[in-house]
């Protein structure tokens, strides 16, 4: 599938775009084969690489690849869009469409976007801020600030120099807690190492934690949980909660592990587990790598919820796609029964599809109050 929607991108673009527009028939042969080999450049490294999740090339090699499959999906969607405005011309004149204007255009403007989609991409994120009341907050929390990172994906694309600028400007903020809600890498251990050393610099007044995310379990996750722990200095929870205590006030931080391990036969996530089954006397947060079971969370009495996962979908208009697989949840925050779940768009991405049109990567600030 992952080689075949490109493959279907690129026969569609040699009959709609370069045979209207290149005239020399002994041309469009050879422009055809550059375009399908460009099309599939991204799954032919993939496929041919150790783990099709992370090719260990070189940063440049890997956003070439990428951003070839890249330019290609913007020029297939203007061609899409250029072949309705010529269907519609033929019940509504517009003058000014010419179809010799359009074709250099749509190459133009297809590489622009391709160009700032991977800059928006692969940039040091912005801050968020974001203000979440809770009842019965207890007062030594209120105003209570918690960074979010998620989805950092270091690997090639996002590399350690990338990884020490989103440390510095988390340090910046002056953060009570960082949480960290999974997918922090693409690759083994032994391959990571030294790209993700800077996360051992976060520094927060009550800690580090951190719960795990698909990508984990694509690399060992039990290793990588050991290394966060011990290398890193990050407190894991695995189907676990930690409570930070403030004289007699106290807020209890939980973590469930990803659907993925069941895949694996690895420990499902257990949000009942997470928190304990003692009454509930304090405030949760809740990190779930994958937004879905936000209502069973809320039910739960979780009092909010972060995760990341879904990228905000990366691009305007995927978020409709990416909701149907995500019980609805993209981007931002949301209101379930008594619970708020917020979506980030993660720090990062996936090295696989680099790009980002109108759906900002963020560093998240919460500041706690009582509601």
Request: glycine content about 6%.
């Amino acid at each position: 599938m992952f080689s075949l929607i490109p493959l279907i991108m690129g026969l569609y673009l040699c009959i709609r775009f370069i045979l209207p527009w290149i005239k020399q028939k002994w041309l469009r042969l050879p422009i055809c084969l550059l375009l399908l080999f460009l099309a599939e450049l991204n799954s032919i490294v993939r496929l041919s690489s150790d783990n099709f999740f992370n090719p260990e090339i070189q940063r440049w090699q890997l956003l070439l690849a990428t951003s070839s499959f890249g330019w290609i999906l913007f020029l297939f969607v203007l061609t899409v869009i250029k072949d309705i405005l010529l269907l519609i011309r033929k019940v509504l004149p517009f003058p000014f469409l010419r179809k010799e204007r359009l074709y250099p255009l749509l190459l133009i403007l297809s590489m622009g976007l391709t160009l700032f989609s991977v800059y928006e991409g692969t940039r040091v994120p912005d801050v968020k801020y974001v203000t979440i009341k809770i009842d019965q907050l207890p007062p030594s929390f209120h105003h209570y600030r918690i960074v979010q990172l998620t989805d950092t994906h270091i690997s090639p694309i996002f590399p350690k120099q990338w990884a020490a600028s989103v440390v510095n400007k988390t340090n910046e903020l002056q953060a009570d807690l960082i949480l960290i809600t999974g997918d922090l890498i693409d690759g083994l251990t032994a391959q990571r190492s030294n790209d993700i050393a800077p996360l051992a610099t976060l520094k927060a007044k009550d800690g580090v934690i951190t719960s795990l995310g698909n990508h984990e379990y694509y690399f060992d996750a039990n290793a990588w949980s050991s290394y966060f722990a011990k290398q890193l200095g990050m407190r894991m929870l695995n189907n676990d909660h930690h409570i930070i205590t403030k004289g007699t006030d106290q807020l209890m931080i939980a973590g469930v592990t990803d659907p993925t391990a069941l895949n694996l036969g690895l420990e499902a996530p257990d949000t009942q587990k997470a928190i304990g089954t003692k009454e509930k006397t304090m405030p949760i947060i809740l990190m779930s790598h994958q937004p879905k079971g936000a209502h069973q969370n809320a039910l739960l009495g979780v009092d909010l919820q972060l995760s990341g996962h879904t990228h905000g979908g990366l691009l305007i208009g995927l978020n409709y796609l990416v909701a149907k697989f995500n019980e609805g949840f993209v981007s931002g925050l949301y209101h379930v029964d008594q619970m708020q779940l917020y979506v980030s768009n993660g720090t990062g991405l996936w090295n696989g599809f680099p790009f980002r049109l109108g759906v900002p990567s963020e560093i998240t600030v919460f500041t706690l109050e009582p509601r």
